[in-house]
T-cell receptor
Framework: AQSVAQPEDQVNVAEGNPLTVKCTYSVSGNPYLFWYVQYPNRGLQFLLK??????LVKGSYGFEAEFNKSQTSFHLKKPSALVSDSALYFC?????????????FGTGTQLKVEL | GAVVSQHPSWVICKSGTSVKIECRSL??????MFWYRQFPKQSLMLMAT?????????EQGVEKDKFLINHASLTLSTLTVTSAHPEDSSFYIC??????????????FGPGTRLTVT
């Protein structure tokens, strides 16, 4: 079964500092990986995805993620955090077996950016 | 593009009653819709997958007679929570995807519905 793990329940960062939200994956075959952000009482917003190609993926709102096959990781990064980035972040993997597109989500990481 | 709406955004109902939640794809045809449930400070749990015109496929442990899903058109799916109980109180999120077009198979999420059963 495919899965992703987010080892940190919460990450605290000062505004202006770089941020990293960690994600590791376990899949059979090539991984299709995603990052989503959720603000309180809202649905999920897509940030970025990795399907194939460059290991560094650029996404919305200045976020990027680095795919590392040897470490089976897909960490989310941003060079300079903003207070408005404070939200819940989910890593997800798509199950493409049989042509499907079910997503399995990690447990989420609460990002708190402080002044 | 790829906008998904949900209605209502929040609902309060009495124990024993049923409540219907709508999920609409506003600018694309959703061949597949997904329903998730999210408890506070927890991840999304997939409840079921529905393909237009077909019966929904429920995940293990989800009661199909309690959570009725209908996907009668390419732009609308509904989730009906029957005989609701306080433990059904949760945040319900739908997503939609299409098998056509450039963004095919991507999931686009609705804003969620907060259900409180009293």
């Amino acid at each position: 079964a495919q899965s992703v793990a987010q080892p940190e329940d919460q990450v605290n960062v000062a505004e202006g500092n770089p941020l990293t939200v960690k994600c590791t994956y376990s899949v059979s075959g090539n991984p299709y990986l995603f990052w989503y952000v959720q603000y309180p009482n809202r649905g999920l917003q897509f940030l970025l995805k990795y399907i194939t190609g460059d290991n560094l993926v650029k996404g919305s709102y200045g976020f990027e993620a680095e795919f590392n096959k040897s470490q089976t990781s897909f960490h989310l990064k941003k060079p300079s955090a903003l207070v408005s980035d404070s939200a819940l972040y989910f890593c997800a993997v798509r199950d493409i077996k049989g042509g499907g597109n079910k997503l399995t989500f990690g447990t989420g990481t609460q990002l708190k950016v402080e002044l | 593009g790829a906008v998904v709406s949900q209605h209502p955004s929040w609902v309060i109902c009495k124990s024993g009653t049923s409540v219907k939640i709508e999920c609409r794809s506003l600018d694309f045809q959703a061949t597949t819709m997904f329903w998730y449930r999210q408890f506070p400070k927890q991840s999304l749990m997939l409840m079921a997958t529905s393909n237009e015109g077909s019966k929904a496929t429920y995940e293990q442990g989800v009661e199909k007679d309690k959570f009725l899903i209908n996907h009668a058109s390419l732009t609308l799916s509904t989730l009906t929570v029957t005989s609701a109980h306080p433990e059904d109180s949760s945040f319900y999120i739908c997503s939609a995807s299409s098998s056509m077009g450039q963004g095919r198979y991507e999931q686009y999420f609705g804003p969620g519905t907060r259900l409180t059963v009293t």
